[in-house]
Nanobody, 115 residues
Framework: QVQLVESGGGLVQPGESLRLSCAASGIRLSINPMGWYRQAPGKQRELVAAITTGGTTNYADSVKGRFTISRSVAKNTLFLQMNSLKPEDTAVYYC?????????WGQGTQVTVSS
C-alpha cells in the first residue's frame, strides 16, 4: 500500500523560508517522476515543482528561483525548499507522482504566509 505523508508546513511571515518533506512508503521515489502540488482556497490544485527519475527539475513560473525540489534516495523522501515566501504561496501542499496516474493523495501540509 502506497502512503505519502507530507510535513513541514506552518505559519511564516513574507520573505521567510520553509522546508517541506514527503515521506513515502510502498514505493521508491527515485523511480517515479514526482511533484509538489498546492491547492489554495477556492482554486484548483496546481503543480509547482517536479523532478524526473533522472533528477531533472522543473518549476512553475510563480515559484521559479524561490523553490527547490529534491529527494533523498536513502530516506525515500521528497523535499521542497521554499525561500522568499509570499502571501500568494499560502495553500495546502501535497506530493504525488507527476503523471496522469497518481497515487492516493495524502493529507497535505498547510503553508500560511502572512504578516
Amino acid at each position: 500500500q502506497v502512503q505519502l505523508v507530507e510535513s513541514g508546513g506552518g505559519l511564516v511571515q513574507p520573505g521567510e523560508s520553509l522546508r517541506l518533506s514527503c515521506a513515502a512508503s510502498g514505493i521508491r521515489l527515485s523511480i517515479n517522476p514526482m511533484g509538489w502540488y498546492r491547492q489554495a482556497p477556492g482554486k484548483q490544485r496546481e503543480l509547482v515543482a517536479a523532478i524526473t527519475t533522472g533528477g531533472t527539475t522543473n518549476y512553475a513560473d510563480s515559484v521559479k528561483g524561490r523553490f527547490t525540489i529534491s529527494r533523498s534516495v536513502a530516506k525515500n523522501t521528497l523535499f521542497l525548499q521554499m525561500n522568499s515566501l509570499k502571501p500568494e504561496d499560502t495553500a495546502v501542499y501535497y506530493c504525488n507522482r507527476n503523471s496522469p496516474i497518481k497515487y492516493s493523495w495524502g493529507q497535505g501540509t498547510q503553508v500560511t504566509v502572512s504578516s
